[in-house]
């Protein structure tokens, strides 16, 4: 289950584009996750401005800001952004913007905690999802282990294997071809024990950046 974020500005933002950074058909490197999840009060704060910025152009955000995202901004004055810091360390750099997209299997932003289940996705945004990951322009596609579970349960992507057949370093692979992979990789938002684990993926994940330039 989960609470839809009460903000009519933050629902209309999603409704016109279901995604984050670079249109997910167009980009090589595609990063999908469960939910966006923004506190209940940020429209009333003074980041907000930004993030809207960022919803409604993500690459012209990331080329201007030189940061992938609002909350790595200085005037950002909300929790530690672990997710998005944790993100920067694969080292994508602002020119390569076009090249990076982020997808929800949710299709609208949640305010609080979430235990999502099958029931509360959406058909068509999953129809939309597979045909982006499957048929769309991208040749790298990052799932978290809980993502791939949740995409498991839904019957949506009989595609995607359960477990990794193969590896690429620390990437367990979950889909390949030869004009595409599906990795299995540590939620950005981990910690602790995760620690190293994370950083070898980050490195990985940087690797397979360098050779776009």
Not at 63 to 69: A, D, L, P, S
């Amino acid at each position: 289950m989960y609470t839809a974020h009460p903000s009519a500005a933050l629902n209309l933002l999603f409704k016109q584009k279901p995604y984050q950074g670079a249109n997910p058909r167009e980009a090589d490197f595609l990063f999908v996750g469960l939910a966006a999840n923004y506190t209940e009060q940020v429209e009333h704060s003074a980041i907000f401005p930004r993030l809207c910025e960022y919803l409604e152009d993500g690459v012209g955000f990331w080329r201007r800001h030189k940061v992938h995202h609002p909350y790595l901004l200085p005037e950002y004055a909300g929790d530690e952004p672990l997710y998005h810091r944790s993100f920067a360390r694969t080292g994508f750099k602002p020119e390569q913007a076009h090249r990076v997209s982020f997808v929800h299997l949710l299709h609208v932003p949640t305010v609080g905690k979430s235990k999502l289940v099958p029931k509360d996705l959406s058909h068509s945004h999953l129809s939309m999802l597979g045909d982006v990951l499957l048929n769309g322009a991208a040749k790298h596609i990052f799932i978290p282990s809980e993502v791939e579970r949740l995409m498991h349960a839904s019957k949506a992507f009989d595609w995607l294997a359960s477990g990794p057949g193969e590896y690429l370093g620390p990437l367990g692979m979950l889909y390949r071809r030869e004009d595409k992979a599906v990795y299995s990789h540590l939620h950005f938002s981990v910690f602790g024990k995760f620690d190293e684990r994370k950083a070898k993926e980050a490195a990985a994940i940087h690797e397979l950046a360098a050779r776009y330039g």
